[in-house]
T-cell receptor, first 117, second 113 residues
Framework: AQKITQTQPGMFVQEKEAVTLDCTYD???????LFWYKQPSSGEMIFLIY??????QNATEGRYSLNFQKARKSANLVISASQLGDSAMYFC??????????????FGTGTQLKVEL | DVKVTQSSRYLVKRTGEKVFLECVQD?????MFWYRQDPGLGLRLIYF???????EKGDIPEGYSVSREKKERFSLILESASTNQTSMYLC????????????FGDGTRLSIL
């Protein structure tokens, strides 16, 4: 089974509108973390936002917020007031447990977002 | 700002060659990672290291090895390159705390002919 599922290969949104990118995860570990990254066409991976499994509140960073629904195992990224510069590939990733070393991530297959005028 | 530097942006090699991809980070991070990225497959972890001289296999280690002789440098080695190793390779580093993000280099697009 896929540990991270991003079901939207591509999405379009109009400038200044809000958009939600879906991410569901699968883990039996009670301690985990969820990360979202942005990859523009230039290729660099940019960290956007983090949510820990024990965090009481949904994470927010500027125009980015995470709609974390633990019971449904979903961690959707919400981008408010979309801008042309938000056009990029977006990846959801999960860290399971805490072994004290490594903290490796499992990535989803990504969602390509295109912001239109 | 964290800087993760990969030695080459583009690289072309021939099948059977031994290929070295180098990665250096300047923020004293304990953890370092090598991924490959292929269309439709996302990022897949090849190897990672949480300390000098320590290495752990990721999800797709076959055909690859790594070396970490110094804390700031993590090398990926293709012992005998094959065409199915043509891909984008991304290096990342992070602090050891569990909530710390990984910081990525710009990637190396490797073509094996």
């Amino acid at each position: 089974a896929q540990k991270i599922t991003q079901t939207q290969p591509g999405m379009f949104v109009q400038e200044k509108e809000a958009v939600t990118l879906d991410c569901t995860y699968d883990t039996s570990d009670p301690s985990y973390g969820l990360f979202w990254y942005k990859q523009p066409s230039s290729g660099e991976m940019i960290f956007l936002i983090y949510q820990g499994s024990y965090d009481q509140q949904n994470a927010t960073e500027g125009r980015y917020s995470l709609n974390f629904q633990k019971a449904r195992k979903s961690a959707n990224l919400v981008i408010s007031a979309s801008q042309l510069g938000d056009s990029a590939m977006y990846f959801c990733a999960m860290r399971e447990g805490y072994t004290g070393g490594g903290n490796k991530l499992t990535f989803g297959t990504g969602t390509q977002l295109k912001v239109e005028l | 700002d964290v800087k993760v530097t990969q030695s080459s942006r583009y690289l072309v090699k021939r099948t059977g060659e031994k290929v070295f991809l180098e990665c250096v980070q300047d923020m004293d991070h304990e953890n370092m990672f090598w991924y490959r990225q292929d269309p439709g497959l996302g990022l897949r972890l090849i190897y990672f290291s949480y300390d000098v001289k320590m290495k752990e296999k990721g999800d797709i280690p076959e055909g690859y090895s790594v070396s970490r002789e110094k804390k700031e440098r993590f090398s990926l080695i293709l012992e005998s390159a094959s065409t199915n190793q043509t891909s984008m390779y991304l290096c990342a580093s992070s602090l050891k705390q569990y909530n710390q993000p990984q910081h990525f280099g710009d990637g190396t697009r490797l073509s094996i002919l």
